[in-house]
């Protein structure tokens, strides 16, 4: 359902998260349109990055690295 909702306040820590199959060609895209991109602490067997979706959620970006 979609709806307004005057009181939303995007999510800054509980957040989707994709697998991706190349993280840092994903994320130069990503910065090349425009949009920002954050590293974020090290998480061990992957490469990640967060983005934020257009209404400001947090999206986490996940390429295993084995």
Same mark, same amino acid.
């Given at each position: 359902? !979609?709806?307004v909702d #005057? %009181?939303?306040r995007p /999510? %800054?820590?509980a957040h989707p998260a994709f !697998? +991706? $199959?190349d993280? /840092? /060609?994903l994320a130069r895209a990503i910065a090349g349109a425009g949009h920002r991109v954050v590293d974020d602490e #090290? !998480?061990?067997g992957y490469a990640r +990055?967060? +983005?934020e $979706? #257009?209404?400001g959620n947090r999206i986490e970006l996940l390429e295993p690295l084995f």
């Amino acid at each position: 359902h !979609l709806g307004v909702d #005057p %009181t939303f306040r995007p /999510a %800054t820590k509980a957040h989707p998260a994709f !697998l +991706v $199959d190349d993280v /840092a /060609a994903l994320a130069r895209a990503i910065a090349g349109a425009g949009h920002r991109v954050v590293d974020d602490e #090290p !998480l061990e067997g992957y490469a990640r +990055v967060y +983005v934020e $979706d #257009p209404f400001g959620n947090r999206i986490e970006l996940l390429e295993p690295l084995f």
